[in-house]
């Protein structure tokens, strides 16, 4: 299961095919992110990990997606764009994908078939009840800004909810035990 992981074709937000193989040997932090989200300053956060724990062997890899709401509508270029001007996104970002349905992305299929539940989901999905919004049941994620922990050997070792932040301490707990790991 591990090499599946980085065989999957994706799409840099530039339009440049690649694999996650490019990512081989690295810690992984896979998160679907919007930029009209109540979470979406939570780019500050994880730009802030990215460059605290980069040079350690730490990528974070956004994947925008418009399932939720959409909270996602811009194109390619509006969204490198918005990251770039409000948040100073400097962490690698990919070409819009679907998260969710019929027309779920192969690299989402994986991780949440192989990881179908999420590190602290009850307290958001029952946030998203009192708003009226009817979750997605698992292993579906749930709504933007979903965190998947992929280790150096490609294995998915963990799912953070999305309302988990970037300095939250069991995820920061997961990220720097597989940044021990050698690969």
Known sequence: MSQ???DIPVTSIEGAPL???EYKGKVLLVVNVASKCGLTPQYEGLEKLYEDKRVA???ILGFPANNFKG???GSDDEIKA???TTFDVKF???SKVSVVGEDQHPLYHTLTTTHPSATGDGPFR???KGYGIEPNPAPDVLWNFEKF???RDGSIVNRFSPDTEANNPALLAAIDAELAKSV
């Open 4 to 6: 599946a992981i980085y």
């Open 19 to 21: 694999t996650l193989g």
């Open 57 to 59: 062997g730490l990528e």
């Open 71 to 73: 909270q996602e509508p």
């Open 82 to 84: 918005f990251c770039s």
């Open 92 to 94: 690698p970002l990919f």
């Open 126 to 128: 029952d946030r998203l």
């Open 149 to 151: 922990l992929i280790g």
